[in-house]
Nanobody, 127 residues
Framework: QVQLVESGGGLVQAGGSLRLSCAAS????????MAWFRQAPGKEREFVAS????????YYADSVKGRFTISRDNAKNTVEMQMNSLKPEDTAVYYC????????????????????WGQGTQVTVSS
């Protein structure tokens, strides 16, 4: 049974930082592209960042580029995202997602192309 478990969310003031973590089990982690998505109240789920199976390539939404950094550790089956200079508009539930059998240089950015999802972790940024 595949499980993705996010942690690290919380309440932070604008300009602050948080580090999200996603622990994966039940899958061959190093064969999966990984991504973070987020969903704010009343809005659709949106792509935030992704990393290839090897960790060599990373991609970001324009809204977070330069502020967020995604990374993975295939030995520990974890993917993390460092979020700096947080803004109130970053407030959302953040989800970890996994896509198997994807070896192209750029992971998908559409949520419906991912195989597995975590339960989400709330990030709230106060102004």
């Amino acid at each position: 049974q595949v499980q993705l478990v996010e942690s690290g969310g919380g309440l932070v003031q604008a300009g602050g930082s948080l580090r999200l973590s996603c622990a994966a089990s039940g899958l061959t982690f190093s064969s999966y592209a990984m991504a973070w998505f987020r969903q704010a109240p009343g809005k659709e789920r949106e792509f935030v960042a992704s990393v290839t199976w090897s960790g060599e390539f990373t991609y970001y939404a324009d809204s977070v580029k330069g502020r967020f950094t995604i990374s993975r550790d295939n030995a520990k089956n974890t993917v993390e995202m460092q979020m700096n200079s947080l803004k109130p508009e970053d407030t959302a539930v953040y989800y970890c997602a996994a896509r198997g059998d994807w070896y192209s240089p750029r992971p998908p950015a559409r949520s419906d192309e991912y195989d597995y999802w975590g339960q989400g972790t709330q990030v709230t940024v106060s102004s």
